[in-house]
């Protein structure tokens, strides 16, 4: 099994009402820890336009793809394009509290040809399993998990949700970074302790 993750850096999280500084460490430390998790899947790209995530990505011996531009969809699609046949993840990097084993459930929900698809609580979509990268379509965006399941279903495929409680919380706000505070992986953990966020988010 494959990994990409798709990174927009800290500009994709305008909503986290923090500094731009403490925005972008933030951002690294969630990536850090969707890259340990993926360690354990299989080979990993990232695909963004920040150099110091670009390192990062290097430093966990993923590899590094630069971002086309056009957002999330293009830039997993540019992606997809380049790494051949066979079954792949796509997980967004802002799933802190991510594990090994959320990615093998997701892994294991695949169906042998369509896509699981793994929806936040808003309905957008954090993860995908994906039976070979031709399945994907750029549907991001507003109840894009209901769009993606039902583009799989276009295409005569299987469509499953995955209710996998590690790849349910993204961060997108400071509400959002309270409630899943306390399941955050090392890396954000000590970030948010280096900001002295950790008092402020169980505040």
């Avoid at 927009?8 to 909503?15: E, F, L, N, V, W």
């Avoid at 998790?37 to 150099?51: E, H, L, Q, R, S």
């Avoid at 209901?146 to 209710?163: D, S, W």
């Avoid at 899943?180 to 948010?192: I, N």
Wanted: aromatic share 2%; with cysteine; net charge negative.
């Amino acid at each position: 099994m494959r990994v990409v993750i798709p990174h927009a850096g800290s500009h994709g999280k305008t909503r986290l009402e923090l500094t731009q500084s403490a925005r972008e460490k933030l951002s690294l430390a969630m990536l850090g820890d969707v890259l340990a998790a993926a360690a354990g899947v299989g080979k990993t790209w990232v695909v963004t336009p920040d150099p110091e995530a670009a390192a990062a990505a290097r430093e966990a011996e993923a590899a590094w793809v630069p971002d086309p531009g056009g957002g999330q969809g293009a830039a997993v699609e540019a992606t997809l394009s380049e790494i051949g046949d066979g079954p792949v993840l796509v997980v967004n990097s802002d799933l802190p509290s991510v594990t090994l084993a959320d990615l093998r459930a997701l892994a294991a929900a695949t169906p042998a040809s369509g896509i699981a698809i793994a929806a936040a609580e808003d309905g957008t979509t954090n993860a995908l399993g994906l039976s070979e990268p031709a399945v994907f379509e750029p549907l991001y965006g507003e109840d894009s998990a209901a769009r993606f399941r039902a583009h799989a279903e276009r295409l005569g495929l299987a469509a499953v949700f995955a209710p996998i409680v590690g790849l349910r919380d993204d961060v997108d706000t400071l509400a959002d970074l309270a409630r899943v505070a306390p399941r955050t992986g090392p890396s954000t953990r000590a970030c948010l302790a280096r900001l002295d966020l950790v008092p402020e988010v169980h505040a």
